[in-house]
T-cell receptor, first 113, second 113 residues
């Protein structure tokens, strides 16, 4: 049981380049989330999904797009990376209740030069 | 709006000392409250949670009580160990007016032998 996995673990981009971060979960969870973690700011929700084929904006969605074509996968895209998107990105999943635990992946460290 | 405020760190303690990390929140309705822990190089993992007023969450010697009258969810442990060194995040989740999870900024704990 792998839980939540993320690829890649590290990535360096140049300003203006694009990339996709992949999140996969094997727990049959309905809800999936993308967060970014920056020093002194905790985690901020970028986008989330409450089921296959659905997505919604979180607290800081600008500059990111997401897709949930399959229940187990949640993709985060950066179309034109900016230095302000340098961060650690975490994916998480949970069952379909707000009182439920979120299970986090190990994170992706992204640097945009 | 909704918010979570937790004490700034780092907190440095000697082994077997008593730990308190304060957390207060602002939210309408009845949020669920969580403490997550992040060990170096890893994603967050649930430490404990409480879903209604006066509930006490507990795990691995840590405890926190949901206090609606003081809007607090302080984390305590009677005797810390070196292995407790990590970053601790207080969080709330509610689904009124759209799903929302809010994390505090995190408190780093160092425990010295």
């Amino acid at each position: 049981n792998a839980g939540v996995t993320q690829t890649p673990k590290f990535r360096v981009l140049k300003t203006g380049q694009s990339m996709t971060l992949l999140c996969a979960q094997d727990m049959n969870h309905e809800y999936m989330y993308w967060y970014r973690q920056d020093p002194g700011m905790g985690l901020r929700l970028i986008h989330y999904s409450v089921g296959e084929g659905t997505t919604a904006k979180g607290e800081v969605p600008d500059g990111y797009n997401v897709s949930r074509l399959k229940k187990q996968n949640f993709l985060l895209g950066l179309e034109s990376a900016a230095p302000s998107q340098t961060s650690v990105y975490f994916c998480a999943s949970s069952r379909a209740t707000t009182s439920d635990t979120q299970y986090f992946g190990p994170g992706t460290r992204l640097t945009v030069l | 709006g909704n918010s979570v405020t937790q004490m700034e760190g780092p907190v440095t303690l000697s082994e077997e000392a008593f730990l308190t990390i304060n957390c207060t929140y602002t939210a309408t309705g009845y949020p669920s409250l969580f403490w997550y822990v992040q060990y170096p190089g890893e994603g967050l993992q649930l430490l404990l949670k409480a879903t209604k007023a006066d509930d006490k969450g507990s795990n691995k010697g840590f405890e926190a009580t949901y206090r609606k009258e003081t809007t607090s969810f302080h984390l305590e442990k009677g005797s810390v160990q070196v292995s407790d060194s990590a970053v601790y995040f207080c969080a709330l989740t509610r689904n009124t007016g759209g799903f929302k999870t809010i994390f505090g900024a995190g408190t780093r704990l160092f425990v010295k032998a």
